[in-house]
């Protein structure tokens, strides 16, 4: 089952300009993870926010974390074309040995 | 190279034939996934191991699956009498607790 919601499915935006993912989820969580991955590739992590946190920053990479509103969003700023790639949030739930579920994934195509 | 690999990276079979991947992880890691992704869909949680104890088994998982991990490092997961339906991306990932997954490059797999 797909406890994450990502919105929006797909984005398209030029290069320099920024792109905000937004994840939604269900249950209570440990933390939520966010990855990138390319056309048929592997899941390269990006960044990874706890329960108790509520900002991080990584680089170009901006994550935010509200646990009442059960959401999270993803800004990647001054975007480049290398950018483009499927992004992912996964949440870590309380009690399930550490698994995530993932959303369905945001497209986002960033053109030069 | 010291991340998560998996071989082969593609398999093609023959529906009714049997196919095993296997899965190295990072070598401190004692918690290791698997997940399978289809097409356009975010990666859905097959089982997990913590050393070479299984924890973990989804729904998804059925009679024909059958993961190990015998001495807590590398991991096998063994499909028999492949369906057509189980054509997808096999991703393995491994952590240390439950702190960040890492995941490893995937093993399409296509039935025909």
């Known amino acids: 089952s797909q406890q994450g919601e990502e919105d929006p499915q797909a984005l398209s935006i030029q290069e320099g300009e920024n792109a905000t993912m937004n994840c939604s989820y269900k249950t209570s969580i440990n933390n939520l993870q966010w990855y990138r991955q390319n056309s048929g590739r592997g899941l390269v992590h990006l960044i990874l926010i706890r329960s108790n946190e509520r900002e991080k920053h990584s680089g170009r990479l901006r994550v935010t974390l509200d646990t009442s509103k059960k959401s999270s969003s993803l800004l990647i700023t001054a975007s480049r074309a290398a950018d483009t790639a499927s992004y992912f949030c996964a949440t870590d739930a309380d009690n399930q040995g550490g698994k995530l579920i993932f959303g369905q994934g945001t497209e986002l195509s960033v053109k030069p | ?112």
């Open chain 2, 1 to 112: 190279d010291t991340g998560v690999s998996q071989d082969p990276r593609h398999k093609i079979t023959k529906r009714g034939q049997n196919v095993t991947f296997r899965c190295d992880p990072i070598s401190e890691h004692n918690r290791l996934y698997w997940y399978r992704q289809t097409l356009g869909q975010g990666p859905e949680f097959l089982t997990y191991f913590q050393n070479e104890a299984q924890l973990e088994k989804s729904r998804l998982l059925s009679d024909r699956f059958s993961a190990e991990r015998p001495k807590g490092s590398f991991s096998t997961l063994e499909i028999q009498r492949t369906e057509q339906g189980d054509s997808a991306m096999y991703l393995c990932a491994s952590s240390l607790m439950g702190d960040t997954q890492y995941f490893g490059p995937g093993t399409r797999l296509t039935v025909l």
